[in-house]
């Protein structure tokens, strides 16, 4: 949820789609680290037992991936919002 948010607050006006995933390169990477790490803490034995967690099932992943994307679409969506209000 936190790295689509992260991908979408990069501007407050210009929409991510515009701008691209790909211009800001250090976010782009940290972005990768994070979901390596996270997958990491679900799927690895020892890492989950420390956090008590289970691995997902791939359509639960899936599902939280989307989910987690809500946040995006919303950000995208007040920006067009706020930007057809000022024009």
Known sequence: ?????AFASRSSSESVFRSGFLSNPTLLGMAAVTFVLQLAAIYL???DE???VVPLKPLDLLI???LGS????AI???KALLARRED
């Open 76 to 78: 995208e969506i007040e």
């Open 70 to 73: 809500l946040s995006l679409i």
């Open 45 to 47: 034995p020892f890492l």
């Open 64 to 66: 939280s991936m989307a």
């Open 1 to 5: 949820l936190q790295i689509f948010q």
């Open 50 to 52: 420390f956090f008590g």
